[in-house]
C-alpha cells in the first residue's frame, strides 16, 4: 500500500497523497490558522501596529489562559512590552527608509534608462565598446554594395 505521503509545511504533518484529503486539510480551521500565523511574520510592521494599538487586550491571552480564537480574536495579544518593542521598530525603518526619488531619476540624465535616450551622446555613455557584437547598435556603413543585393532562393 505504501505511497508517498503529502508534507503540509505550514501544519508540518504529513498526509495521504490523495486530492480528496489534501482539500480537506487545506480548507480545514487548524490549517488555515497555521497558514495565517506563517504568512503574519513577513506582514509590515506598520500595518501590524497600526491594527493592534486600536484593539483592546485580550483578558484571557493575557492572563494566561488558552484564547479559543486565536489570531481571528477582536482583542489584541500583544502585551505593553511587545506593543513598545514593535513601536521601536516601526521607528527604526522610518529612519532608515529613503525618499523616493521617482521625479528626480527622469530628469537626471545620469540614471536615464537606455531605452529613454534619444541623442548620440547617450550611446557614447553606454560603453558600447564593452558589449558583443550581436547587442552592438547596427552601423549601417559598413555594409557595402555587395550585401545588398543579395538574391534569395
Known sequence: MGGKSYYCD???????NDVNVRKTHNSGLTHNMAKLRYMRRFEDPRKVLEQEVNKEP????????????????KSTHYNKEQLEQLRKIVKRLEK???????GKLKNDKKWMLPWHRNSEKSYKLMNI???????????????NDDCLKLEWG
Not at 505550514?10 to 495521504?16: A, E, G, M
Not at 565598446?129 to 555594409?143: A, G, H, M, Q, W
Open 129 to 143: 565598446k564593452r558589449l558583443p557584437e550581436s547587442l552592438r547598435p547596427i552601423n549601417f556603413d559598413r555594409f
Open 10 to 16: 505550514y501544519c508540518c504533518c504529513f498526509l495521504k
Open 96 to 102: 532608515f527608509q529613503r525618499p523616493k526619488v521617482i
Open 58 to 73: 485580550c483578558t484571557r491571552y493575557l492572563s494566561g489562559r488558552y484564547c479559543k480564537f486565536d489570531l481571528m480574536c
